[in-house]
């Protein structure tokens, strides 16, 4: 075998695992686990794995995301000037 599909084999074989590992860090601990801590006062029977924690843990993010990009917004806009009547 030559060297270089040798090489393309191991790269791909890395890649595979690193991607692999973040999909799991990012569905099942962020998405899924922000979804269940939202989820589980509202109900007891709530199961972790399901496609409503995935839904609400989506939904956060997102509104977490939002109210970020709000607030720096906000203050951008009161240190350049940009939008305050004076």
Do not use: Q
Request: aromatic share 8%.
């Amino acid at each position: 075998m030559p060297i270089g599909e040798i090489a393309g084999e191991l790269l791909g074989g890395v890649f595979r695992i690193l991607g692999h590992f973040l999909i799991e860090i990012v569905l099942e601990v962020l998405i899924k686990g922000l979804g269940y801590l939202i989820c589980r006062p509202f109900s007891k029977s709530i199961s972790p794995d399901g496609i409503l924690v995935i839904v609400v843990g989506l939904l956060a993010w997102a509104a977490i995301g939002v109210g970020i990009l709000i607030t720096f917004s906000h203050f951008h806009s009161m240190e350049t000037g940009v939008g305050i009547n004076a």
